[in-house]
């Protein structure tokens, strides 16, 4: 990985991480556990489903780089670094992911949700300081965006979380939650 790229995937995480406790700082547990309509998550919900995401995409990238390189799929992943930053972080559409990442209460308890989170992004900021695998040469599909390289994974989990921030914080924004986003 190139330090330019380690620099860029550092800066995600660290910055999406910030936002994400940022966000949450201070709520009440109403305001955690509050869901605007019955198809929506909860604050809770979403640091659930950025936790589980995490963990699938940091096993898979390991269990990927014991394979061997695979640098015929480059054409697949090219441009997708780009499609990641943008596409992945914004709201403008939604899509359902696996029932595996769905969130179900796995920590009820918010500090320890939120000790979850802290270990998984430790676990990623970890890796993505220290790995000197060939990351451009690994690959594994996204469901819907299709093939990454496992650089562009760790983009991924970046730019996933600051989409579910966003989503957060519609939820504490929504109009009928009587909370609001600052209260």
């Not at 015929?72 to 559409?93: C, L, S, Y």
């Not at 965006?145 to 994974?153: A, K, V």
Request: glycine share 8%.
């Amino acid at each position: 990985m190139q330090t330019a790229e380690r620099d860029l995937a550092l800066e995600h995480l660290h910055r999406s991480r910030a936002r994400l406790l940022e966000t949450v700082q201070g709520l009440s547990p109403a305001q955690r556990s509050f869901k605007p309509a019955d198809d929506c998550w909860s604050v809770a919900d979403c640091v659930e489903h950025i936790i589980i995401v995490e963990h699938f995409v940091l096993d898979s990238v390991g269990r990927v780089l014991k394979s061997a390189p695979e640098p015929e799929k480059h054409a697949e992943a090219v441009g997708k670094d780009e499609v990641i930053q943008q596409r992945v972080p914004a709201r403008n559409f939604r899509v359902k992911g696996p029932e595996a990442v769905m969130p179900i209460g796995r920590w009820p308890e918010f500090p320890a949700l939120l000790n979850q989170f802290e270990a998984a992004r430790n676990r990623s900021i970890e890796f993505t300081t220290s790995t000197e695998a060939d990351l451009r040469n690994h690959f594994f599909p996204h469901p819907f965006l299709g093939q990454f390289d496992c650089y562009q994974w760790l983009l991924f989990i970046g730019t996933h979380c600051e989409r579910h921030v966003r989503q957060m914080e519609e939820v504490l924004g929504s109009g009928g939650s009587g909370l609001g986003a600052g209260a």
